[in-house]
Protein backbone atom coordinates (compact mmCIF):
# COMPACT_ATOMS: atom_id res chain seq x y z
CA UNK A 1 0.00 0.00 0.00
CA UNK A 2 2.81 2.74 0.99
CA UNK A 3 3.78 2.72 -2.69
CA UNK A 4 0.33 3.82 -4.08
CA UNK A 5 0.22 6.55 -1.84
CA UNK A 6 2.99 8.06 -3.15
CA UNK A 7 1.30 9.24 -6.08
CA UNK A 8 -1.16 11.91 -5.25
CA UNK A 9 -4.60 11.04 -6.70
CA UNK A 10 -5.65 14.93 -6.93
CA UNK A 11 -3.88 16.46 -9.99
CA UNK A 12 -5.61 19.43 -9.60
CA UNK A 13 -4.03 20.85 -6.53
CA UNK A 14 -1.08 22.48 -7.44
CA UNK A 15 2.69 21.08 -7.59
CA UNK A 16 4.28 22.94 -4.07
CA UNK A 17 1.02 21.94 -2.09
CA UNK A 18 1.15 18.66 -3.93
CA UNK A 19 4.78 18.04 -2.83
CA UNK A 20 3.79 19.13 1.26
CA UNK A 21 0.68 16.83 1.42
CA UNK A 22 2.42 13.98 -0.30
CA UNK A 23 5.39 14.88 2.64
CA UNK A 24 2.48 14.80 4.89
CA UNK A 25 1.01 11.11 3.72
CA UNK A 26 4.04 9.41 3.98
CA UNK A 27 4.76 10.58 7.87
CA UNK A 28 0.89 9.78 8.21
CA UNK A 29 1.62 6.32 7.20
CA UNK A 30 4.34 5.70 9.22
CA UNK A 31 2.38 6.53 11.96
CA UNK A 32 -0.06 3.67 10.79
CA UNK A 33 0.64 0.90 13.60
CA UNK A 34 0.35 -2.84 12.27
CA UNK A 35 -3.06 -3.09 13.81
CA UNK A 36 -4.11 -0.15 12.00
CA UNK A 37 -3.51 -2.16 8.49
CA UNK A 38 -5.32 -4.79 9.59
CA UNK A 39 -8.09 -3.18 10.38
CA UNK A 40 -7.61 -0.96 6.95
CA UNK A 41 -7.56 -4.33 5.21
CA UNK A 42 -10.41 -5.85 6.64
CA UNK A 43 -12.71 -2.60 5.94
CA UNK A 44 -11.64 -2.94 2.54
CA UNK A 45 -11.63 -6.55 2.20
CA UNK A 46 -14.63 -7.90 3.59
CA UNK A 47 -17.53 -5.91 1.51
CA UNK A 48 -14.93 -6.14 -1.21
CA UNK A 49 -15.02 -10.17 -0.86
CA UNK A 50 -18.81 -9.87 -1.23
CA UNK A 51 -19.36 -7.76 -3.98
CA UNK A 52 -17.34 -9.58 -6.28
CA UNK A 53 -18.24 -12.83 -4.88
CA UNK A 54 -21.62 -12.44 -5.54
CA UNK A 55 -21.44 -9.25 -8.53
CA UNK A 56 -18.73 -9.63 -10.66
CA UNK A 57 -17.80 -13.17 -10.51
CA UNK A 58 -21.40 -14.01 -11.14
CA UNK A 59 -21.40 -11.92 -13.98
CA UNK A 60 -17.86 -12.91 -15.29
CA UNK A 61 -19.14 -16.29 -14.81
CA UNK A 62 -22.31 -15.57 -17.30
CA UNK A 63 -20.33 -14.01 -20.11
CA UNK A 64 -18.38 -17.54 -20.05
CA UNK A 65 -21.21 -19.64 -19.70
CA UNK A 66 -22.75 -18.09 -22.84
CA UNK A 67 -20.41 -19.65 -24.70
CA UNK A 68 -20.65 -23.39 -23.27
CA UNK A 69 -23.71 -26.13 -24.37
CA UNK A 70 -24.63 -26.63 -20.35
CA UNK A 71 -27.88 -27.79 -19.87
CA UNK A 72 -26.99 -27.22 -15.87
CA UNK A 73 -27.60 -30.62 -14.77
CA UNK A 74 -24.28 -32.74 -16.00
CA UNK A 75 -21.38 -32.18 -14.24
CA UNK A 76 -19.10 -28.79 -14.98
CA UNK A 77 -15.95 -31.16 -16.60
CA UNK A 78 -18.59 -32.35 -19.40
CA UNK A 79 -19.32 -28.49 -20.55
CA UNK A 80 -18.34 -28.13 -24.00
CA UNK A 81 -17.60 -24.32 -26.25
CA UNK A 82 -19.96 -23.95 -28.74
CA UNK A 83 -18.18 -20.86 -29.47
CA UNK A 84 -21.04 -17.98 -30.59
CA UNK A 85 -23.45 -20.59 -31.51
CA UNK A 86 -26.17 -19.64 -28.24
CA UNK A 87 -25.19 -16.01 -29.76
CA UNK A 88 -26.82 -17.37 -33.19
CA UNK A 89 -29.72 -18.97 -31.76
CA UNK A 90 -30.80 -16.18 -29.72
CA UNK A 91 -30.76 -13.60 -32.30
CA UNK A 92 -32.07 -16.74 -35.38
CA UNK A 93 -34.03 -19.15 -33.67
CA UNK A 94 -35.55 -17.60 -30.69
CA UNK A 95 -38.79 -15.66 -31.42
CA UNK A 96 -39.64 -13.74 -28.57
CA UNK A 97 -36.24 -12.33 -28.85
CA UNK A 98 -36.74 -9.57 -31.82
CA UNK A 99 -40.38 -8.54 -29.46
CA UNK A 100 -38.12 -8.36 -26.20
CA UNK A 101 -35.28 -6.32 -28.04
CA UNK A 102 -38.06 -3.86 -29.24
CA UNK A 103 -40.04 -3.55 -26.19
CA UNK A 104 -36.72 -2.69 -24.54
CA UNK A 105 -36.34 -0.31 -26.87
CA UNK A 106 -39.91 1.25 -27.14
CA UNK A 107 -39.78 1.10 -23.22
CA UNK A 108 -36.49 3.12 -23.18
CA UNK A 109 -38.16 5.75 -25.75
CA UNK A 110 -41.29 5.83 -23.71
CA UNK A 111 -39.54 6.77 -20.61
CA UNK A 112 -36.82 8.96 -22.25
CA UNK A 113 -39.06 10.94 -25.23
CA UNK A 114 -42.03 11.15 -22.98
CA UNK A 115 -41.65 10.82 -19.15
CA UNK A 116 -38.25 12.02 -18.73
CA UNK A 117 -38.60 15.96 -20.72
CA UNK A 118 -42.05 16.18 -18.53
CA UNK A 119 -40.57 15.14 -15.01
CA UNK A 120 -37.77 18.07 -15.96
CA UNK A 121 -40.46 19.82 -17.10
CA UNK A 122 -42.61 20.02 -14.00
CA UNK A 123 -39.22 20.42 -12.07
CA UNK A 124 -38.89 23.80 -13.58
CA UNK A 125 -42.67 24.86 -12.92
CA UNK A 126 -41.99 23.75 -8.65
CA UNK A 127 -39.05 25.33 -8.93
CA UNK A 128 -40.84 28.93 -9.24
CA UNK A 129 -41.16 30.32 -5.73
CA UNK A 130 -45.12 29.17 -5.52
CA UNK A 131 -47.48 28.53 -2.87
CA UNK A 132 -48.56 24.77 -2.18
CA UNK A 133 -45.29 24.03 -4.09
CA UNK A 134 -44.99 21.04 -1.05
CA UNK A 135 -48.19 19.43 -2.11
CA UNK A 136 -47.44 19.49 -5.99
CA UNK A 137 -44.36 17.86 -4.76
CA UNK A 138 -45.15 15.23 -2.44
CA UNK A 139 -47.98 14.53 -4.92
CA UNK A 140 -45.71 13.97 -8.04
CA UNK A 141 -42.75 11.17 -6.49
CA UNK A 142 -45.23 9.46 -4.14
CA UNK A 143 -45.17 6.79 -6.55
CA UNK A 144 -41.22 6.45 -6.55
CA UNK A 145 -41.64 4.85 -3.52
CA UNK A 146 -44.00 2.46 -4.16
CA UNK A 147 -42.19 -1.14 -5.70
CA UNK A 148 -42.85 -1.91 -9.07
CA UNK A 149 -44.33 -4.88 -8.39
CA UNK A 150 -46.80 -2.90 -6.39
CA UNK A 151 -47.67 -0.60 -9.41
CA UNK A 152 -48.42 -3.72 -11.58
CA UNK A 153 -51.38 -4.49 -9.23
CA UNK A 154 -52.65 -0.92 -8.12
CA UNK A 155 -53.12 -0.14 -12.23
CA UNK A 156 -54.92 -3.56 -12.80
CA UNK A 157 -57.26 -1.63 -10.72
CA UNK A 158 -57.56 0.76 -13.78
CA UNK A 159 -56.68 -2.00 -16.35
CA UNK A 160 -58.77 -4.80 -15.21
CA UNK A 161 -61.00 -6.01 -18.16
CA UNK A 162 -63.96 -6.70 -16.48
CA UNK A 163 -63.42 -5.01 -13.27
CA UNK A 164 -61.18 -2.18 -14.33
CA UNK A 165 -61.86 1.77 -14.09
CA UNK A 166 -61.06 2.38 -18.12
CA UNK A 167 -63.70 -0.23 -19.08
CA UNK A 168 -65.77 0.70 -16.96
CA UNK A 169 -65.96 4.83 -17.28
CA UNK A 170 -65.54 4.22 -21.64
CA UNK A 171 -67.91 1.45 -21.81
CA UNK A 172 -64.99 -0.46 -24.20
CA UNK A 173 -64.15 -3.94 -23.84
CA UNK A 174 -60.71 -4.11 -23.91
CA UNK A 175 -58.36 -5.97 -21.63
CA UNK A 176 -55.45 -3.71 -21.14
CA UNK A 177 -53.11 -5.94 -19.72
CA UNK A 178 -53.99 -9.19 -21.83
CA UNK A 179 -54.60 -7.98 -25.39
CA UNK A 180 -50.85 -8.13 -26.65
CA UNK A 181 -51.56 -5.18 -29.13
CA UNK A 182 -52.13 -2.99 -26.22
CA UNK A 183 -50.65 -4.28 -22.83
CA UNK A 184 -47.07 -3.17 -23.51
CA UNK A 185 -48.95 0.72 -23.81
CA UNK A 186 -50.81 0.65 -20.93
CA UNK A 187 -47.49 -1.17 -18.82
CA UNK A 188 -45.68 2.25 -20.41
CA UNK A 189 -48.39 4.57 -19.19
CA UNK A 190 -47.71 2.88 -15.50
CA UNK A 191 -43.70 2.69 -15.79
CA UNK A 192 -43.54 6.22 -16.81
CA UNK A 193 -45.82 7.55 -13.90
CA UNK A 194 -43.32 6.65 -11.66
CA UNK A 195 -40.32 7.62 -13.56
CA UNK A 196 -41.45 11.16 -14.24
CA UNK A 197 -41.50 11.85 -10.14
CA UNK A 198 -38.07 10.53 -10.19
CA UNK A 199 -36.65 13.04 -12.72
CA UNK A 200 -38.69 15.35 -11.00
CA UNK A 201 -37.10 14.99 -8.04
CA UNK A 202 -33.43 14.58 -9.41
CA UNK A 203 -34.12 17.66 -11.16
CA UNK A 204 -35.35 19.66 -8.32
CA UNK A 205 -32.31 19.15 -6.50
CA UNK A 206 -30.33 20.32 -9.44
CA UNK A 207 -32.30 23.68 -10.22
CA UNK A 208 -31.36 24.73 -6.53
CA UNK A 209 -27.94 24.35 -6.99
CA UNK A 210 -27.59 26.33 -10.10
CA UNK A 211 -26.07 29.65 -8.84
CA UNK A 212 -28.88 32.82 -8.91
CA UNK A 213 -26.78 35.47 -10.40
CA UNK A 214 -26.71 33.74 -13.99
CA UNK A 215 -30.39 34.21 -14.34
CA UNK A 216 -30.55 37.54 -13.23
CA UNK A 217 -27.61 37.95 -15.68
CA UNK A 218 -29.68 36.58 -18.58
CA UNK A 219 -32.60 38.76 -16.83
CA UNK A 220 -30.89 41.38 -17.55
CA UNK A 221 -30.06 41.10 -20.95
CA UNK A 222 -33.55 40.55 -21.86
CA UNK A 223 -33.50 37.28 -22.63
CA UNK A 224 -37.35 35.41 -22.32
CA UNK A 225 -37.62 32.79 -19.68
CA UNK A 226 -37.62 30.09 -22.18
CA UNK A 227 -34.72 31.00 -23.92
CA UNK A 228 -32.82 31.10 -20.42
CA UNK A 229 -33.18 28.18 -19.88
CA UNK A 230 -32.25 26.28 -22.50
CA UNK A 231 -29.53 28.60 -23.35
CA UNK A 232 -28.08 28.98 -19.69
CA UNK A 233 -29.53 26.64 -16.88
CA UNK A 234 -29.77 23.48 -19.34
CA UNK A 235 -26.34 23.72 -19.98
CA UNK A 236 -25.29 23.89 -16.25
CA UNK A 237 -27.04 21.12 -15.66
CA UNK A 238 -25.06 18.73 -17.41
CA UNK A 239 -24.09 16.64 -15.04
CA UNK A 240 -27.61 15.88 -14.07
CA UNK A 241 -28.63 15.25 -17.55
CA UNK A 242 -26.08 12.48 -17.88
CA UNK A 243 -27.18 11.22 -14.89
CA UNK A 244 -30.90 11.19 -15.95
CA UNK A 245 -29.62 9.65 -18.82
CA UNK A 246 -28.19 6.52 -17.34
CA UNK A 247 -30.62 6.07 -14.66
CA UNK A 248 -33.33 6.31 -17.95
CA UNK A 249 -31.16 3.79 -19.50
CA UNK A 250 -30.31 1.45 -16.41
CA UNK A 251 -34.06 1.49 -15.39
CA UNK A 252 -35.29 0.18 -19.15
CA UNK A 253 -32.89 -2.32 -19.55
CA UNK A 254 -34.01 -3.45 -15.67
CA UNK A 255 -37.63 -3.35 -16.16
CA UNK A 256 -38.77 -6.48 -14.80
CA UNK A 257 -41.08 -6.57 -12.22
CA UNK A 258 -43.81 -4.83 -13.82
CA UNK A 259 -44.22 -7.19 -16.71
CA UNK A 260 -43.68 -10.24 -14.38
CA UNK A 261 -46.09 -10.00 -12.21
CA UNK A 262 -48.36 -8.74 -15.13
CA UNK A 263 -48.03 -12.44 -16.89
CA UNK A 264 -44.28 -13.01 -16.57
CA UNK A 265 -43.13 -11.26 -19.34
CA UNK A 266 -45.13 -13.21 -22.32
CA UNK A 267 -47.98 -12.20 -25.11
CA UNK A 268 -46.65 -8.84 -26.06
CA UNK A 269 -45.05 -7.85 -23.13
CA UNK A 270 -41.74 -9.93 -23.62
CA UNK A 271 -38.21 -8.16 -22.38
CA UNK A 272 -35.01 -9.12 -22.23
CA UNK A 273 -35.09 -9.71 -18.02
CA UNK A 274 -38.02 -11.61 -18.14
CA UNK A 275 -36.95 -13.99 -21.25
CA UNK A 276 -33.99 -14.73 -19.39
CA UNK A 277 -35.55 -15.59 -16.33
CA UNK A 278 -37.80 -17.81 -17.51
CA UNK A 279 -34.40 -19.63 -19.19
CA UNK A 280 -33.36 -20.21 -15.85
CA UNK A 281 -35.96 -20.85 -13.31
CA UNK A 282 -38.82 -21.93 -15.67
CA UNK A 283 -39.54 -25.37 -17.17
CA UNK A 284 -36.72 -25.99 -19.73
CA UNK A 285 -33.15 -24.46 -18.01
CA UNK A 286 -31.08 -23.56 -21.01
CA UNK A 287 -28.35 -22.45 -19.46
CA UNK A 288 -25.65 -21.55 -22.13
CA UNK A 289 -28.59 -20.20 -23.87
CA UNK A 290 -29.96 -17.73 -21.00
CA UNK A 291 -26.33 -16.49 -20.07
CA UNK A 292 -26.38 -15.29 -23.83
CA UNK A 293 -29.08 -13.56 -23.00
CA UNK A 294 -27.62 -12.14 -20.13
CA UNK A 295 -24.56 -11.17 -21.64
CA UNK A 296 -26.18 -9.11 -23.99
CA UNK A 297 -27.79 -7.23 -21.28
CA UNK A 298 -24.38 -6.78 -19.85
CA UNK A 299 -22.65 -5.43 -22.11
CA UNK A 300 -25.49 -2.75 -22.87
CA UNK A 301 -25.19 -1.58 -19.17
CA UNK A 302 -21.65 -1.50 -19.02
CA UNK A 303 -21.37 0.93 -21.55
CA UNK A 304 -23.63 3.54 -20.15
CA UNK A 305 -22.11 2.37 -16.43
CA UNK A 306 -19.32 3.98 -17.76
CA UNK A 307 -20.07 7.10 -19.01
CA UNK A 308 -22.06 7.72 -15.78
CA UNK A 309 -18.57 6.59 -13.73
CA UNK A 310 -16.80 8.80 -16.18
CA UNK A 311 -18.73 11.58 -15.79
CA UNK A 312 -19.72 11.11 -12.03
CA UNK A 313 -15.86 10.88 -11.20
CA UNK A 314 -14.94 13.72 -13.19
CA UNK A 315 -17.28 16.09 -11.14
CA UNK A 316 -15.86 14.54 -8.13
CA UNK A 317 -12.33 15.90 -8.87
CA UNK A 318 -13.18 19.46 -9.42
CA UNK B 1 -16.14 19.99 -3.41
CA UNK B 2 -19.47 17.78 -3.24
CA UNK B 3 -22.80 18.61 -3.18
CA UNK B 4 -23.58 15.89 -0.57
CA UNK B 5 -23.76 18.74 2.13
CA UNK B 6 -25.21 21.71 -0.08
CA UNK B 7 -28.30 19.81 -1.20
CA UNK B 8 -29.20 19.09 2.19
CA UNK B 9 -29.01 22.61 3.27
CA UNK B 10 -29.89 23.97 0.21
CA UNK B 11 -29.56 27.75 0.61
CA UNK B 12 -32.57 29.59 1.28
CA UNK B 13 -33.69 31.53 -2.35
CA UNK B 14 -33.98 35.16 -1.54
CA UNK B 15 -37.27 36.19 -0.14
CA UNK B 16 -38.86 37.89 -2.94
CA UNK B 17 -42.05 40.14 -2.33
CA UNK B 18 -45.17 38.51 -3.05
CA UNK B 19 -46.57 39.95 -6.53
CA UNK B 20 -50.68 40.03 -6.94
CA UNK B 21 -51.40 36.84 -8.27
CA UNK B 22 -51.28 37.28 -12.56
CA UNK B 23 -53.27 35.06 -14.80
CA UNK B 24 -50.11 33.11 -16.16
CA UNK B 25 -49.70 32.58 -12.09
CA UNK B 26 -53.28 31.08 -11.84
CA UNK B 27 -52.63 29.07 -14.89
CA UNK B 28 -49.98 27.12 -13.59
CA UNK B 29 -51.53 26.62 -10.07
CA UNK B 30 -54.31 24.69 -12.34
CA UNK B 31 -51.87 22.79 -14.24
CA UNK B 32 -49.87 21.79 -11.65
CA UNK B 33 -53.22 20.67 -9.51
CA UNK B 34 -54.20 19.04 -12.39
CA UNK B 35 -51.05 16.95 -12.64
CA UNK B 36 -50.66 16.33 -8.91
CA UNK B 37 -54.15 14.97 -8.38
CA UNK B 38 -53.65 12.80 -12.05
CA UNK B 39 -50.85 11.44 -10.00
CA UNK B 40 -52.67 10.71 -6.58
CA UNK B 41 -55.80 9.54 -8.55
CA UNK B 42 -54.10 5.84 -9.00
CA UNK B 43 -53.29 5.05 -5.08
CA UNK B 44 -56.31 6.88 -4.31
CA UNK B 45 -58.62 4.24 -6.61
CA UNK B 46 -56.76 1.45 -4.76
CA UNK B 47 -57.66 2.94 -1.37
CA UNK B 48 -61.17 3.75 -2.55
CA UNK B 49 -61.79 0.39 -4.24
CA UNK B 50 -60.53 -1.36 -1.38
CA UNK B 51 -62.82 0.03 1.36
CA UNK B 52 -65.84 -1.51 -1.16
CA UNK B 53 -67.51 -5.05 -1.29
CA UNK B 54 -67.07 -7.14 -4.26
CA UNK B 55 -71.19 -7.92 -4.32
CA UNK B 56 -71.54 -4.09 -4.78
CA UNK B 57 -68.97 -3.23 -7.13
CA UNK B 58 -70.29 -6.58 -9.29
CA UNK B 59 -73.79 -5.23 -9.43
CA UNK B 60 -73.43 -1.73 -9.42
CA UNK B 61 -70.15 -1.67 -11.62
CA UNK B 62 -66.63 0.28 -10.30
CA UNK B 63 -67.98 3.64 -11.59
CA UNK B 64 -70.65 4.09 -8.66
CA UNK B 65 -70.41 5.06 -4.92
CA UNK B 66 -71.62 2.70 -2.00
CA UNK B 67 -70.92 -0.68 -0.54
CA UNK B 68 -68.27 0.49 2.11
CA UNK B 69 -67.10 -2.03 4.34
CA UNK B 70 -63.66 -2.98 5.71
CA UNK B 71 -63.50 -6.84 5.37
CA UNK B 72 -61.52 -6.73 2.64
CA UNK B 73 -58.76 -5.96 4.63
CA UNK B 74 -59.78 -9.17 7.05
CA UNK B 75 -59.78 -11.11 3.91
CA UNK B 76 -56.69 -10.29 2.19
CA UNK B 77 -54.84 -10.21 5.67
CA UNK B 78 -56.24 -13.77 6.21
CA UNK B 79 -55.77 -15.34 2.74
CA UNK B 80 -52.47 -14.05 1.89
CA UNK B 81 -51.06 -14.23 4.98
CA UNK B 82 -49.72 -10.88 5.30
CA UNK B 83 -48.73 -10.99 8.91
CA UNK B 84 -46.41 -13.54 8.12
CA UNK B 85 -44.98 -12.22 5.00
CA UNK B 86 -44.86 -8.60 6.79
CA UNK B 87 -42.14 -10.67 9.03
CA UNK B 88 -40.48 -12.03 6.93
CA UNK B 89 -39.54 -8.48 5.00
CA UNK B 90 -38.38 -7.76 8.10
CA UNK B 91 -36.48 -10.10 9.16
CA UNK B 92 -34.60 -9.75 5.58
CA UNK B 93 -34.89 -5.74 5.37
CA UNK B 94 -33.00 -5.13 9.02
CA UNK B 95 -30.41 -7.09 9.10
CA UNK B 96 -29.20 -6.01 5.03
CA UNK B 97 -29.97 -2.24 5.70
CA UNK B 98 -27.55 -2.84 8.66
CA UNK B 99 -25.18 -4.61 7.07
CA UNK B 100 -25.04 -2.39 3.71
CA UNK B 101 -24.95 0.85 6.22
CA UNK B 102 -21.66 -0.49 8.04
CA UNK B 103 -20.00 -2.54 5.28
CA UNK B 104 -20.45 0.94 3.01
CA UNK B 105 -19.16 3.01 5.37
CA UNK B 106 -15.99 0.86 6.13
CA UNK B 107 -15.41 1.26 2.42
CA UNK B 108 -16.02 5.04 2.05
CA UNK B 109 -14.30 5.68 5.41
CA UNK B 110 -10.73 4.28 3.92
CA UNK B 111 -11.58 5.89 0.44
CA UNK B 112 -12.35 9.10 2.02
CA UNK B 113 -9.62 8.92 4.53
CA UNK B 114 -6.76 8.18 2.17
CA UNK B 115 -5.51 9.18 -1.20
CA UNK B 116 -4.35 5.89 -2.78
CA UNK B 117 -4.51 5.32 -6.37
CA UNK B 118 -6.29 2.33 -5.75
CA UNK B 119 -9.19 4.06 -4.36
CA UNK B 120 -10.98 5.71 -7.77
CA UNK B 121 -10.81 1.73 -8.82
CA UNK B 122 -12.87 0.63 -5.57
CA UNK B 123 -15.13 3.35 -5.71
CA UNK B 124 -16.04 2.18 -9.40
CA UNK B 125 -16.06 -1.64 -8.68
CA UNK B 126 -18.55 -0.78 -5.76
CA UNK B 127 -20.85 1.68 -7.92
CA UNK B 128 -20.84 0.11 -11.00
CA UNK B 129 -22.11 -3.15 -9.14
CA UNK B 130 -24.87 -1.75 -7.99
CA UNK B 131 -26.28 -0.30 -11.75
CA UNK B 132 -25.69 -4.05 -13.07
CA UNK B 133 -28.85 -5.59 -14.81
CA UNK B 134 -29.87 -8.42 -11.68
CA UNK B 135 -30.71 -10.67 -14.59
CA UNK B 136 -27.45 -11.01 -15.48
CA UNK B 137 -26.19 -12.42 -12.63
CA UNK B 138 -29.20 -14.90 -12.22
CA UNK B 139 -27.56 -17.83 -13.61
CA UNK B 140 -24.31 -18.11 -11.60
CA UNK B 141 -25.90 -16.99 -8.78
CA UNK B 142 -28.54 -19.45 -8.23
CA UNK B 143 -26.49 -22.32 -9.16
CA UNK B 144 -23.64 -21.12 -6.21
CA UNK B 145 -26.88 -20.78 -3.70
CA UNK B 146 -28.12 -24.23 -4.56
CA UNK B 147 -24.53 -25.76 -3.68
CA UNK B 148 -23.53 -23.57 -0.90
CA UNK B 149 -24.89 -25.70 2.18
CA UNK B 150 -26.14 -24.28 5.42
CA UNK B 151 -26.09 -25.75 8.80
CA UNK B 152 -30.28 -26.65 9.26
CA UNK B 153 -30.08 -24.49 11.94
CA UNK B 154 -29.75 -21.58 9.37
CA UNK B 155 -32.00 -22.65 7.43
CA UNK B 156 -34.58 -25.55 7.43
CA UNK B 157 -33.93 -25.68 3.44
CA UNK B 158 -29.90 -26.21 4.37
CA UNK B 159 -28.97 -24.42 1.36
CA UNK B 160 -28.57 -20.77 0.22
CA UNK B 161 -31.11 -20.88 -1.98
CA UNK B 162 -34.68 -20.20 -0.19
CA UNK B 163 -33.18 -18.83 2.62
CA UNK B 164 -33.30 -15.49 4.37
CA UNK B 165 -29.35 -15.40 4.68
CA UNK B 166 -29.09 -16.25 1.14
CA UNK B 167 -31.53 -13.05 0.24
CA UNK B 168 -29.94 -10.80 2.59
CA UNK B 169 -26.23 -11.25 1.65
CA UNK B 170 -27.09 -10.66 -2.42
CA UNK B 171 -29.25 -7.00 -1.32
CA UNK B 172 -26.18 -6.30 0.57
CA UNK B 173 -24.10 -6.98 -2.15
CA UNK B 174 -26.20 -4.90 -4.70
CA UNK B 175 -26.47 -2.11 -2.46
CA UNK B 176 -23.67 -1.30 -1.15
CA UNK B 177 -22.35 0.19 -4.16
CA UNK B 178 -24.39 3.08 -3.63
CA UNK B 179 -24.09 3.44 -0.36
CA UNK B 180 -20.46 3.75 -1.22
CA UNK B 181 -20.80 6.09 -3.33
CA UNK B 182 -22.84 8.75 -1.69
CA UNK B 183 -21.12 8.23 1.98
CA UNK B 184 -17.37 8.50 0.65
CA UNK B 185 -18.35 11.64 -1.26
CA UNK B 186 -19.81 12.99 1.98
CA UNK B 187 -16.87 12.46 3.92
CA UNK B 188 -14.59 13.87 1.38
CA UNK B 189 -16.35 17.19 2.50
CA UNK B 190 -15.69 16.57 6.19
CA UNK B 191 -12.69 18.71 7.05
CA UNK B 192 -9.22 17.14 7.21
CA UNK B 193 -7.74 18.23 10.60
CA UNK B 194 -10.04 16.02 12.35
CA UNK B 195 -8.17 13.43 11.19
CA UNK B 196 -4.74 15.21 12.39
CA UNK B 197 -6.29 16.15 15.77
CA UNK B 198 -7.23 12.53 16.39
CA UNK B 199 -3.99 11.49 15.37
CA UNK B 200 -2.27 13.73 18.00
CA UNK B 201 -4.31 12.28 20.38
CA UNK B 202 -3.35 9.07 19.19
CA UNK B 203 -6.27 7.18 17.57
CA UNK B 204 -6.33 4.12 15.92
CA UNK B 205 -7.95 4.14 12.12
CA UNK B 206 -10.97 2.04 14.01
CA UNK B 207 -11.31 5.02 16.41
CA UNK B 208 -11.07 7.68 13.64
CA UNK B 209 -13.90 5.55 12.01
CA UNK B 210 -16.23 4.78 14.61
CA UNK B 211 -15.63 7.73 17.04
CA UNK B 212 -14.87 10.63 14.35
CA UNK B 213 -16.09 10.06 11.29
CA UNK B 214 -19.36 8.09 11.56
CA UNK B 215 -20.77 10.83 14.20
CA UNK B 216 -20.52 13.28 11.61
CA UNK B 217 -21.96 11.02 9.22
CA UNK B 218 -25.16 11.02 10.93
CA UNK B 219 -27.41 12.81 8.38
CA UNK B 220 -26.22 10.73 5.70
CA UNK B 221 -26.56 7.88 7.27
CA UNK B 222 -30.04 8.61 7.94
CA UNK B 223 -30.68 9.81 4.55
CA UNK B 224 -29.60 6.29 3.27
CA UNK B 225 -30.95 4.21 5.74
CA UNK B 226 -34.43 5.07 4.52
CA UNK B 227 -34.08 4.70 1.63
CA UNK B 228 -32.23 1.08 1.83
CA UNK B 229 -35.41 0.47 4.06
CA UNK B 230 -37.67 1.51 1.13
CA UNK B 231 -35.51 -0.31 -1.41
CA UNK B 232 -35.06 -3.48 0.07
CA UNK B 233 -38.39 -3.63 1.27
CA UNK B 234 -39.37 -3.51 -2.48
CA UNK B 235 -37.37 -5.76 -4.00
CA UNK B 236 -38.66 -8.44 -5.56
CA UNK B 237 -36.71 -10.05 -8.56
CA UNK B 238 -34.21 -11.99 -6.15
CA UNK B 239 -37.09 -13.08 -3.41
CA UNK B 240 -38.79 -14.19 -6.49
CA UNK B 241 -36.22 -16.12 -7.96
CA UNK B 242 -33.73 -17.51 -4.80
CA UNK B 243 -36.74 -18.24 -2.89
CA UNK B 244 -38.97 -21.16 -3.29
CA UNK B 245 -41.15 -22.25 -0.16
CA UNK B 246 -44.34 -19.95 -0.25
CA UNK B 247 -44.35 -19.30 3.78
CA UNK B 248 -40.76 -17.32 3.60
CA UNK B 249 -41.30 -15.06 0.91
CA UNK B 250 -41.53 -11.19 1.97
CA UNK B 251 -44.46 -9.40 1.18
CA UNK B 252 -43.55 -8.02 -1.92
CA UNK B 253 -43.43 -10.61 -3.83
CA UNK B 254 -46.09 -12.64 -1.92
CA UNK B 255 -48.78 -10.41 -3.56
CA UNK B 256 -49.66 -13.15 -5.90
CA UNK B 257 -51.34 -15.19 -2.99
CA UNK B 258 -54.21 -12.60 -3.92
CA UNK B 259 -54.72 -13.79 -7.09
CA UNK B 260 -56.82 -16.53 -7.94
CA UNK B 261 -56.18 -19.17 -10.17
CA UNK B 262 -59.41 -18.48 -12.38
CA UNK B 263 -60.98 -15.10 -10.49
CA UNK B 264 -59.40 -12.40 -9.17
CA UNK B 265 -61.39 -10.13 -6.93
CA UNK B 266 -60.45 -6.67 -7.53
CA UNK B 267 -61.53 -5.35 -4.38
CA UNK B 268 -59.17 -7.79 -2.42
CA UNK B 269 -56.11 -6.75 -4.69
CA UNK B 270 -56.60 -3.30 -3.82
CA UNK B 271 -56.87 -4.04 0.21
CA UNK B 272 -53.48 -6.10 0.01
CA UNK B 273 -51.54 -3.28 -2.38
CA UNK B 274 -52.31 -0.92 0.06
CA UNK B 275 -51.31 -2.72 2.75
CA UNK B 276 -48.28 -3.69 1.40
CA UNK B 277 -47.70 -0.18 0.49
CA UNK B 278 -48.34 1.02 3.68
CA UNK B 279 -44.95 0.61 5.30
CA UNK B 280 -43.42 2.65 2.64
CA UNK B 281 -46.46 5.55 2.92
CA UNK B 282 -45.54 6.07 6.48
CA UNK B 283 -41.57 6.13 5.81
CA UNK B 284 -42.73 8.64 2.71
CA UNK B 285 -44.61 10.72 5.15
CA UNK B 286 -42.69 10.54 8.34
CA UNK B 287 -39.05 10.70 6.71
CA UNK B 288 -40.09 12.31 3.42
CA UNK B 289 -37.06 14.87 3.69
CA UNK B 290 -34.75 12.08 5.02
CA UNK B 291 -35.62 9.76 1.38
CA UNK B 292 -35.86 12.50 -0.97
CA UNK B 293 -32.11 13.60 -0.02
CA UNK B 294 -30.89 10.15 0.06
CA UNK B 295 -31.94 10.42 -3.73
CA UNK B 296 -30.67 13.56 -3.98
CA UNK B 297 -27.17 12.73 -2.50
CA UNK B 298 -26.79 10.00 -4.69
CA UNK B 299 -27.70 11.34 -8.19
CA UNK B 300 -27.21 14.96 -7.66
CA UNK B 301 -23.32 15.71 -8.07
CA UNK B 302 -23.53 18.54 -10.06
Not at chain 1, 115 to 131: H, N, Q, S, Y
Not at chain 1, 139 to 156: D, E, K, M, R, T
Amino acid sequence: MSDQSQVPQDHAVPSAVTTTTTGGRRRRLRVLSRTDRVVIALMVLVPLLLVVGLVWLPALATVGLSATDWDGIGPVGDIEWVGARNYADVVGNYPPFVPAVQNNLLWLAALFVVATPFGMFLAVLLDKELRGTRFYQTALYLPVVLSLALIGFVWQLIYSRDQGLLNGVFGTDVDWYGDPDVNIWAVLVAAGWRHVGYVMLLYLAGLKGVDPSLREAAAVDGASEVNTFFKVVFPVLRPINIIVLVVTVIESLRAFDLVWVINKGRNGLELLSALVTANVVGEASRIGFGSALATSMLVVSLVFITVYLTTVMREDRR
Amino acid sequence: MTTATRTGHAPPAPLRARRPLRPARVVLHVFLAAVAIGWLFPILWAVLTSLRSYEYTAVHGYVSLGGWTLDNYLTAWRTAEFGRHLLNSVYITVPAVLLTLLLASCVAFVIARFSWKANLVLLGLFTAANLLPQQALLIPLFRLFTQVPLPAFMSDSELLYDSYWGLILVNVAFQCGFCVFVLSNYMKALPRDLYEAAMVDGASIWRQYWQVTMPLCRPALAALATLEVTWIYNEFFWATVLMRTGDKFPVTSSLNNLRGEFFTDNNLVSAGSVLVAIPTLVIFFLLQRQFVRGLTLGASKG
